[in-house]
Each structure stands twice: as C-alpha cells, then as structure tokens.
C-alpha cells in the first residue's frame, strides 16, 4: 500500500471513529505559532505553515527502515511523505501535493536555513547533511534545530530570537556551514555513486552500447535540468513533463531510435518493474521504437547485499559489475 493510500485509510479511519486525523500541536507548536514565526522572518504562506507543521509530526518515521533505527518523522521525511502529510492529512485531499510545488513550500525556508536537505546513509544508518546522491529514496527534510527552539520558545522569547535568526550575518554564518556539512556528506557518499555513474557510461557503454550516445547524466542533487541539459534532449526529440524522474544516465541511439537507460546503485534505486513500467511509457510518449535498462553495481558484493533479499531487478533488463566489466548480464526470471 502506498503512503497515500495509508494517509487516505487513516483519515478515513479518523473520521468514522468521530476523532481527529492530527493532533493540534506538536511539542506545543500549533499553526498559529508557526504562522506568527513566519510572518516574523517575512516567509509566510499557507503552504510553507503547514510544510513546517508536518515537519514537527513526531510520529515514528513512516520509512519503516528509518523507524527501525528509532528516528520519527521530524528526524527526516521525504518529499513525497511531506506533500502527503499536507494534502491528505491536513487538507483532506485525496492526493498528496506534486512533488514540483516544492519550489513553493519547502525551498523558501531551506533558502534561509530553516528547512534543512538531509541523507540516510544506509552504512552508517543515520541522516546527514546534504543531498548527495541525485533522486536518491534516501534524500529527506527536516526543520533545522535553531529554528524548532524558536518555535517551542515562551511568548515574549520567540521574537527576539527570531529577529537574531534572520539578521544577514547570521543567516550566512548558518547558510556556509549548512553548505561545510553537505559538502563533508558528498565527500563520504557522492564520490562513490559519481565514479560508478562514470563508469557506467564510460566503460560499460562505450563497449556494450556503442552506437548510443549519452544526451543526459544525473550527477548533481537532482533539483533542476540546465537549459544546456534540456537542448540536448530536446535534440533527441525528448520532451519532459514536471513527473518525469530521469535516471542516472540517459543514451540515445539515433539509428534506430532507442533509447537506454542505467541505473547506477550504490546503495538502492535498481531498475524494477515499477521504474521499467514508467520509462516505458517514457519512451512511448516521446515517439521512441523502444527502451532498454541496465542496473550497475560497484563489486559484486553489493550487487550480493541488494539482490539476496530483493530481487528486484526488472525481467528482460541487463545487469553490470564496474569489478568484472567483461559480462552484460541479463536478468530473466
């Protein structure tokens, strides 16, 4: 069951026992709170009151695996649990809110500092600081310490720290070392995904599709295409909507107009039925003959550790190890 369709039961549930889908407060922070906050740092909307009221939900993290290391929802919740909080919970909308309108409720306050990008990394079964690896499952939000202490704050003590919080000599002391943690994250977690991205399409692609060339590769936080990015699509005759996930490389062959999509894991994001199903109708829309899909693995260790309990490769995709890059597998099951 998906988070939504869990969201929508709660609701549901809620609602035929008479009783409400959310507390009023979390910790003692109602919306009235954070709206007075907001409008103190001159960055209120609706939207960002209720982003900022579900990020202090402290129920157990609706990522089971996160829950399992003791962390809650306020310790790190994805886009998609966030949006879901917001439409289906709060305003009991049967859809979560599109993972776009993100612009509009989250990066204004990450913009200042309040809103906070963070990883699990799965070796260290932590958050940390960053969104290192681009579309990652693992990428997440929080509300930055400093500014739950001024929402919890008494009356009367809130608003002189929130005007320390936001004079510019503070925000960029907060801003260069938010900057200093995710840059310290990307040294420990990127380098490994970025190598394996480069040696997907620079090793396992120059021998295994040589007449395909890369038009798009996924290495930085996943947040915007540059308009060179989209030239080069639109080139290929590929036309993105705001739903579209791009994969980690995207190739092209122009002579029979395919195009190939890889998947590089270090730590999850294979090339399943469901990412299969979705690029498919990818290639459909853009008018391509067809598609295929490659998932890469560092060692086969890791591919080892994912598939023992898995098993999610896609039938009919190919799999590679950058360790033994002679063998194309393909995955029939």
Not at 243 to 270: C, K, Q, R
Request: hydrophobic share 40%; net charge negative.
């Amino acid at each position: 069951m998906s988070i939504e369709d869990e969201a929508i039961e709660r609701r549901n549930n809620a609602a035929n026992q008479d009783a409400p889908v959310l507390p009023e407060h979390y910790s003692d922070v109602t919306k009235e709170r954070i709206t007075q906050v907001l409008n103190q740092i001159d960055r209120c909307t609706n939207n960002m009151v209720e982003a900022v009221f579900a990020l202090l939900c402290d129920e157990n993290n609706w990522n089971q695996k996160w829950a399992d290391h003791g962390f809650r929802f306020r310790d790190g919740a994805t886009n998609a649990q966030i949006g879901t909080h917001i439409g289906i919970l709060q305003r009991g909308n049967n859809i979560k809110l599109d993972r776009e309108g993100r612009d509009y409720w989250l990066k204004p306050l990450w913009d200042i500092g309040a809103i906070e990008k963070v990883y699990f990394d799965p070796a260290q079964n932590q958050f940390l600081a960053g969104h290192p690896i681009a579309k990652s499952p693992n990428s997440a939000y929080r509300l930055a310490p400093e500014f739950v202490v001024i929402l919890e704050s008494d009356e009367g003590q809130w608003q002189e720290l929130a005007n320390t919080w936001i004079r510019q000599d503070v925000l960029r002391e907060r801003l260069a070392l938010q900057a200093t943690q995710a840059q310290q994250t990307a040294q420990t977690v990127v380098s490994a995904h970025s190598h394996l991205i480069r040696a997907s399409h620079e090793v396992y692609a120059s021998r295994f599709l040589p007449d395909y060339r890369v038009i798009y590769i996924d290495d930085g936080d996943g947040d915007r295409i540059t308009e060179e990015q989209q030239q080069i699509l639109s080139n290929a005759g590929i036309t993105l909507t705001l739903h579209d996930a791009m994969p980690d490389v995207l190739l092209y062959n122009p002579l029979n107009n395919f195009l190939w999509v890889i998947e590089a894991v270090t730590s999850d994001g294979e090339v399943d039925n469901h990412k299969m199903n979705s690029l498919n109708a990818f290639a459909i829309r853009n008018n391509k003959a067809g598609i295929g899909f490659t998932t890469t693995y560092p060692t086969w260790k890791k591919a080892a550790e994912r598939q023992s309990s898995l098993k999610n490769l896609a039938n009919g995709s190919f799999m590679w190890i950058r360790e033994d890059p002679s063998r194309n597998i393909s995955i029939q099951q």
